[in-house]
């Protein structure tokens, strides 16, 4: 089996800077930003705060939560995972899988799934959190599942895409493109659209398949490695690609961001960013969290900079989530930042807890929800 070395982010932007200057002593890790004062436009109201789990520890896993119907669902390294009423906070169900998770939690109509560290599947009963079936792929699963239309499709980091039938867990196809060596500690999810699946990988080409047999339909390469040290050629598409109508969004580490039609493949324009985190849009904007944690927002017609958000540098923020008018963000020091979408200026600052947040918020029913590194769900609202 191929070695795969993967390096957890912090670590490969302070190296990457560090061959930059090979021949000098000089430490070159970014010192975080510090928080800038503000007036406050905007009054975030914390609905409910509980500990569902462990979390992600002090290893570097994006376990995202996902809601289902009146629940939201976490899991834990340890191996737990739970369920909470959605409105409430209040605790539906807590299992121990005996598994070390690594893919945070997805959802079908009634099952939830996790990936775990020694390459399983587990899918569970959403109403009792009881283990419906156990798949194995091939190595450890970074990246959330994807499921419709009775397909369940889980990437693995060797670059393997594996699709299981979705209530039986039998294996359908699979497909597989060669890494590289050396990769982020990090995976993009396999993402749904139609009767098709666009993946990316760690060697910055994205692909799009036939849902049902896993037939390629068109392949693009997002950005070519460049530079003459490993850790500079490094192009993985860790940020999850984004499907919105006929086009797709997609963002590599020290590459570009790119739009392509999404039938075609053809690029319908691309711009210069490293980025490992998330991508969301709206009709107007392409919100992109970047390597250095700067917020950029793009014309979605053709990949003009709107605007800049450089006051979070080095704060290692999430992806960001899209809240009625605004953009949130999450920090390591566990702080989300609200920002304006037309403008990307503060308009609310929120202190979840010292423990960070990797994992991207998510929105549901005007409501977001933010999971911590140590095992916190909160929700908020504002008014």
């Known amino acids: 089996m191929k070695k795969i070395t993967r390096l957890f982010i912090a670590t490969a932007i302070t190296l990457a800077l560090s061959a930059c200057s090979f021949f000098t002593d000089k430490d070159n890790t970014p010192s975080p930003a510090k928080l800038v004062d503000f007036t406050p436009e905007i009054n975030v109201h914390p609905v409910w705060y509980t500990r569902t789990g462990r979390g992600s520890n002090s290893d570097y896993i994006k376990l995202s939560p996902a809601i289902s119907g009146t629940a939201v669902f976490t899991a834990s390294k340890n191996g737990t995972v739970a369920a909470n ?31 775990t560290e020694n390459g399983y599947t587990l899918a569970l009963h959403q109403t009792n959190g009881q283990t419906a079936w156990k798949a194995a792929s091939s190595s450890e699963i970074l990246a959330q599942a994807a499921t419709s239309q009775g397909v369940t499709l889980v990437k693995s980091i060797d670059g393997r895409v594996t699709a299981f039938a979705t209530h039986s867990g039998q294996p359908l196809w699979h497909y597989q ?14 993402q749904i659209s139609r009767e098709s699946v666009v993946v990316g990988f760690e060697n910055g080409n994205l692909t799009k398949l036939s849902l049902q047999q896993g037939r390629v339909q068109w392949e693009k390469t997002i950005a070519e490695p460049e530079g003459i040290f490993a850790i500079q050629r490094m192009v993985d598409i860790d940020a999850d690609p984004l499907v919105q109508g006929n086009r797709i969004y997609a963002a590599t580490y020290q590459g570009r961001i790119a739009a392509l039609d999404f039938v075609t493949g053809q690029t319908l324009w691309t711009h210069d960013i490293s980025s490992y985190t998330g991508i969301a849009a709206d009709t107007i904007q392409v919100y992109v969290s970047d390597a250095r944690s700067r917020v950029w927002a793009f014309n979605t017609r053709n990949g003009t900079v709107n605007w800049q958000q450089n006051s979070l540098a080095a704060r290692n923020i999430t992806g960001p989530a899209l809240f009625d008018h605004y953009l949130v963000v999450g920090d390591a ?6 920002m304006s979408k037309q403008d990307g200026h503060f308009v609310a600052r929120t202190f979840v807890n010292r423990s960070g947040i990797l994992a991207t918020p998510i929105v549901d029913n005007n409501r977001l929800y933010v999971y911590t590194k140590d095992g916190h769900l909160a929700t908020y609202t504002i008014g």
């Open 85 to 115: 009423d959605k409105i409430t906070g209040k605790s539906l169900w807590q299992v121990n899988t005996s598994a070390t998770i690594s893919g945070g939690t997805a959802t079908s109509d009634d099952l939830v799934y996790v990936g």
């Open 333 to 338: 020091e566990g702080y989300l930042h609200w």
């Open 177 to 190: 493109q060669i890494e590289p060596n050396l990769i982020l500690r990090g995976s993009s999810a396999p």
